[in-house]
């Protein structure tokens, strides 16, 4: 009989540093030595590192595994999430063959023996076979390549949909921040009555809630937008000046109450912080934030980004869904 698998564990620090930033094309600065050093300084904190990364994120799969190979560092130091996203164009003729092609490269370009987590989405669910491909994902877990199945970008409706198809879903990994409170709109609280964590993007909105904002970046991109949703400049120096005001009394940075914030929520077992080209980072474990100051954060701004999770970014002419490229699966 099989050992009994173990279960997935959220990171002890509660962050998970974010890999997007170093794929080609996020941004300018980053050099492969400078990823690299960021890496290895990620490496110094107590416990094993957990990164996030994605089969999309071009070229990062493939430097992970060089830095891990050149290292040596073992499944006990270096934990990676990636995920699973079929390209737009595929899904109409999406085959189990192609589900095992992109999963066993991500294996590969990383060089481990199994996925610990690979998060799931597709792009689109107007077109058919979302579940299909979700169960041929499962059967792969079967077999050990994946350890653990997660999603990305799904709101309650579509997350009920997969576990109730039998999906053994254990984490959601979606945007909440001080400027999209969306999940707290009924997902959250569907993840807390299912056992099912929620990995939290988006919460230093690309730098728009730290100290100071760096280069250019496809983050900024994608979080001006979400400012823009909520009331613009006006609102965001509001949030930005409690942010500072509680950063100041903890002596702590405005990043790490930014990150706080989100961590401080029942379901979130953790906040997935983008690496930082100018060494940069957010600990959430550095400030306690009291019930006042949620209320005074979220008073700061009181509207949130309408709608379900990630439904303004599946209108693909809207103008989330048109800064978004939805072909990268085949990129290298
Ligand atoms: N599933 C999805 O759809 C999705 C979408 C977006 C992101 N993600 C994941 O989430 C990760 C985070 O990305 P994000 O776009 O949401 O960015 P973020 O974590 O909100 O912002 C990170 C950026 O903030 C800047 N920064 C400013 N002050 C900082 C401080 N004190 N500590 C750390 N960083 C500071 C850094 O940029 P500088 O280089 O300028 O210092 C850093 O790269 C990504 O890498 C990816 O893994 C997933």
Same mark, same amino acid.
């Given at each position: 009989?099989?050992?009994?698998?173990?279960?997935?564990?959220?990171?002890? *620090?509660?962050?998970?540093?974010?890999?997007?930033?170093?794929?080609?094309?996020?941004?300018?600065?980053?050099?492969?030595? !400078?990823?690299?050093?960021?890496?290895?300084?990620?490496? +110094?904190?107590?416990?094993?590192?957990?990164?996030?990364?994605?089969?999309?994120?071009?070229?990062?799969?493939?430097?992970?595994? &060089?830095?891990?190979?050149?290292? $040596?560092?073992?499944?006990?130091?270096?934990?990676?999430?990636?995920?699973?996203?079929? #390209?737009?164009?595929?899904?109409?003729?999406?085959?189990?063959?192609?589900?095992?092609?992109?999963?066993?490269?991500?294996?590969?370009?990383?060089?481990?023996?199994?996925?610990?987590?690979?998060?799931?989405?597709?792009?689109?669910?107007?077109?058919?076979?979302?579940?299909?491909?979700?169960?041929?994902?499962?059967?792969? !877990? &079967?077999? $050990?390549?994946?350890?653990?199945?997660?999603?990305?970008?799904?709101?309650?409706?579509?997350?009920?949909?997969?576990? #109730?198809?039998?999906?053994?879903?254990?984490?959601?990994?979606?945007?909440?921040?001080?400027? #999209?409170?969306?999940?707290?709109?009924?997902?959250?609280?569907?993840?807390? &009555?299912?056992?099912?964590?929620?990995?939290?993007?988006?919460?230093?909105?690309?730098?728009?809630?730290?100290?100071?904002?760096?280069?250019? *970046?496809?983050?900024?991109?994608?979080?001006?937008?979400?400012?823009?949703?909520?009331? $613009?400049?006006?609102?965001?120096?509001?949030?930005?000046?409690?942010?500072? /005001?509680?950063?100041?009394?903890?002596?702590?940075?405005?990043?790490?109450?930014?990150?706080?914030?989100?961590?401080?929520?029942?379901?979130?077992?953790?906040?997935?912080?983008?690496?930082?080209?100018?060494?940069?980072?957010? /600990?959430?474990?550095?400030?306690?934030?009291?019930?006042?100051?949620?209320?005074?954060?979220?008073?700061?701004?009181?509207?949130? +980004?309408?709608?379900?999770?990630?439904?303004?970014? !599946?209108?693909?002419?809207?103008?989330?869904? !048109?800064?978004?490229?939805?072909?990268?699966?085949?990129?290298?």
């Amino acid at each position: 009989m099989n050992a009994p698998r173990p279960p997935w564990q959220p990171p002890a *620090s509660g962050v998970i540093r974010g890999c997007w930033q170093l794929s080609r094309g996020h941004g300018p600065g980053w050099s492969r030595d !400078r990823a690299f050093a960021a890496l290895d300084a990620a490496a +110094v904190q107590p416990g094993p590192l957990y990164l996030d990364c994605a089969d999309i994120y071009t070229g990062v799969e493939a430097l992970l595994g &060089e830095w891990m190979a050149s290292r $040596g560092v073992t499944r006990e130091q270096v934990v990676v999430h990636t995920k699973f996203v079929p #390209d737009l164009g595929v899904l109409p003729r999406i085959d189990r063959e192609y589900v095992r092609g992109i999963v066993e490269r991500s294996r590969d370009r990383l060089g481990v023996d199994g996925l610990e987590l690979v998060q799931y989405y597709w792009w689109d669910r107007a077109v058919p076979g979302w579940i299909q491909a979700a169960e041929w994902l499962a059967e792969l !877990r &079967e077999e $050990g390549v994946i350890r653990h199945i997660g999603v990305t970008n799904l709101d309650r409706e579509a997350l009920g949909a997969l576990l #109730d198809a039998g999906i053994p879903v254990v984490t959601n990994q979606v945007q909440l921040s001080l400027l #999209d409170r969306r999940p707290l709109a009924g997902l959250e609280e569907f993840c807390v &009555e299912r056992g099912l964590a929620l990995l939290c993007y988006g919460t230093l909105a690309g730098g728009l809630l730290s100290a100071s904002t760096g280069p250019e *970046s496809r983050s900024l991109t994608k979080y001006r937008l979400i400012v823009d949703e909520v009331g $613009g400049a006006t609102v965001l120096g509001r949030a930005r000046a409690v942010l500072a /005001d509680i950063a100041a009394r903890e002596g702590a940075e405005m990043a790490d109450v930014a990150a706080a914030y989100a961590l401080g929520h029942a379901a979130v077992a953790a906040v997935i912080v983008g690496l930082s080209r100018r060494g940069l980072t957010a /600990d959430p474990g550095a400030v306690r934030l009291g019930r006042r100051d949620i209320e005074r954060l979220d008073a700061a701004v009181p509207a949130t +980004v309408p709608g379900a999770v990630y439904a303004a970014e !599946r209108d693909r002419a809207g103008p989330h869904g !048109r800064i978004m490229r939805y072909d990268l699966n085949r990129e290298r």
